[in-house]
Each structure stands twice: as C-alpha cells, then as structure tokens.
C-alpha cells in the first residue's frame, strides 16, 4: 500500500460507512413514501365504492350519513396528499445526503486509487532502472 494513501484509508472508510448509512436511510424513507402512496390509493378507491352507494332508495338521513362520511374520506384524502408531499421533501432531502455523501466517497477511493497507482509505476520504474543497470554493468564486464 502506497505511504501516501495509507494516511486516507480511515477516511475512506469513513466516508464509505456514511454513505451507507445514507443509502439505507434513503431505502427507509422511499418505504415510508411507498406506504403513504398505496394508503391513498385505498382511501381513494374506498371513497369511489362508498359514494357509489348502496342499493335501493335511502332516507334523507341515510343520505345525509352517507355524505358525511363521504366528506370525511375526502379529509383524509387531502391530508393523505398533505403527508405524501411532506415524505416526498424528506426523501428529496435524504437522496441529496446520499449524492453527496457517496460523491465524497468516490472522490476519496480515486485519490487512493491514483496514489496506488503512482506508486506502482514509481516501482516498476526503479525495477527497470536497476534491470538497466545490471545489464550495462554485465556487458561492461
């Protein structure tokens, strides 16, 4: 390992730790916008089946009932939209955390990688270096 990266390497490491721990926040959170967006989808094909009505007339009171419960469905539908816009932000939020903090890890591994690298040819370099020697001191002899 190169004397220049050996230094970086805790904080690839480090950098590499935290952009899991974005990336599993960021699955955490795209579950919960997952969830919030099927609940609504219940809420509205429920309110489509109840506002479709039952069979047979229905007394004024039926019906006034019936509307009410229609115009609470219709609540919660709109703050069912209310809370998916609020996830939505959150995992906008959490995805740019995890741009970012991947970003910093792939920075930190191609500066590490490149160190490697310069080492390598810096080796194979001095290699081919020492092999011309010995061949121009072999054919001195």
Known sequence: MSSRAQPLLPAVDQARQRSEDALAQMATHQQRLAKAEQQLL???????????????????SALLNRQSFVDRIDQAIVQQTAEISRLQRQFEQVRAHWHHAHARESALGSVVDRYVEEERRAADRHEQAEMDERMQYRRTR
Do not use: F, M, N, W
């Open 42 to 60: 219940e809420l509205r094909r429920y309110r489509l089946e109840y506002a479709a009505g039952g069979e047979g007339p229905l007394s004024v």
